[in-house]
């Protein structure tokens, strides 16, 4: 069974820092994708960041270039998010969740869909003085 | 960025009603679009992928369509778990982005 567990949340004061954890279980977690999704208290959700099987590669949103890092330990099936100069409105539900690629054929050529097929619980980042 | 509406942004439908959710894309996704359900205090649940694949072991009254920058979520009899927030995602270029989501009430 697929499982994701995020830890690291509390809260913190404006311009402070946290780091996230998301304990990953159940499937081969060098073989996928990872990313981090927030959701803001009463709002949508906001994708914040995607990291690739090896973490050679990673992907931001502009709001958090700069001061968040997304990584990996493949040896630990574990995701975090470093989260640095945090700002009130970043108050917010943190996900984890798994990015599945699959491959079909639409008119005539092969397309990689990507999705988030399991997410974590979440973990609430309070950002207050 | 691409932006993704959604309509309606709410609605009131009674069980066994046929439902439908918009999402248009402010360019073209082609199908790279997803659909997910979220209850609350839950995490999302992923609907459908590439615009009209069902995901393992989600009822099939659930359906998708679309293509290009516009896409619809249909759910063809509503049921009483069916009462949720409907988000739709683009998963084309990043940064990925959501639609701001559509409540489904009960009347």
């Known amino acids: 069974e697929v499982q994701l567990v995020e830890s690291g949340g509390g809260l913190v004061q404006p311009g402070g820092s946290l780091r996230l954890s998301c304990a990953a279980s159940g499937f081969t977690f060098t073989n996928y994708w990872m990313t981090w999704v927030r959701q803001a208290p009463g709002k949508g959700l906001e994708w914040v960041a995607n990291i690739k099987q090896d973490g050679s590669l990673t992907y931001y949103v502009d709001s958090v270039k700069g001061r968040f890092t997304i990584s990996r330990d493949n040896a630990k099936n574990s995701l975090y998010l470093q989260m640095n100069r945090l700002r009130a409105e970043e108050t917010a539900v943190y996900y984890c969740a798994r990015v599945f690629e699959s491959m079909i054929t639409f008119g005539g050529v092969i397309a990689i869909p990507v999705y988030f097929d399991y997410w974590g619980q979440g973990t609430l980042v309070t950002v207050s003085s | ?107």
């Open chain 2, 1 to 107: 960025d691409i932006q993704m509406t959604q309509s309606p942004s709410s609605l009131s439908a009674s069980v066994g009603d046929r439902v439908a959710i918009t999402c248009r894309a402010s360019q073209s996704i082609t199908i790279y679009l997803n659909w997910y359900q979220q209850k609350p205090g839950k995490a999302p649940k992923l609907l459908i992928y590439a615009a009209s694949s069902l995901q393992s072991g989600v009822p099939s009254r659930f359906s998708g369509s679309g293509s290009g920058t516009d896409f619809t979520l249909t759910i063809s009899s509503l049921q009483p778990a069916d009462f949720a927030t409907y988000y739709c995602q683009q998963t084309y270029i990043t940064p990925l982005t959501f639609g701001q989501g559509t409540k489904v009430e009960i009347k």
